[in-house]
């Protein structure tokens, strides 16, 4: 069974650090393009970054401030995200899926964590 198991979420000052984590169980997670996506209340989901072969995406909103990574001996994926501001709250979400490219939209990853809630207050 393919499991997603998140954590490192919490609540933070503006401008603090939080480092997200990731653990892929029942497979290889270098098989895998991984992505971090967040969705707030009343706003869709949002993929923030994701990796595969070395190549990795970022959205706008978060370029110079988050950073992907992957540790493929423990299967596990990061997010370290500095600078953070009050707009990152959201609840963020682990992904995985199979495509052959940096995959953007949510339904070409097969596989979800539970998602981790991370608040940053003012």
């Known amino acids: 069974q393919v499991q997603l198991v998140e954590s490192g979420g919490g609540l933070v000052q503006a401008g603090g650090s939080l480092r997200l984590s990731c653990v892929l169980s029942g497979r290889l997670i270098s098989t895998y393009i991984m992505g971090w996506f967040r969705q707030a209340p009343g706003k869709e989901s949002e993929l923030v970054a994701s990796n595969r072969a070395g190549r990795t995406y970022y959205a706008d909103s978060v370029k110079g401030r988050f950073t992907i990574s992957r540790d493929n001996a423990k299967n596990t994926v990061y997010l370290q995200m500095n600078s953070l501001k009050p707009e990152d709250t959201a609840v963020y979400y682990c992904?995985?899926?199979?495509?052959?490219?940096?995959?953007?939209?949510?339904?070409?990853?097969?596989?979800w964590g539970q998602g981790t809630q991370v608040t940053v207050s003012s």
């Open positions: 992904a995985a899926g199979r495509t052959e490219y940096i995959a953007t939209d949510s339904v070409e990853y097969n596989y």
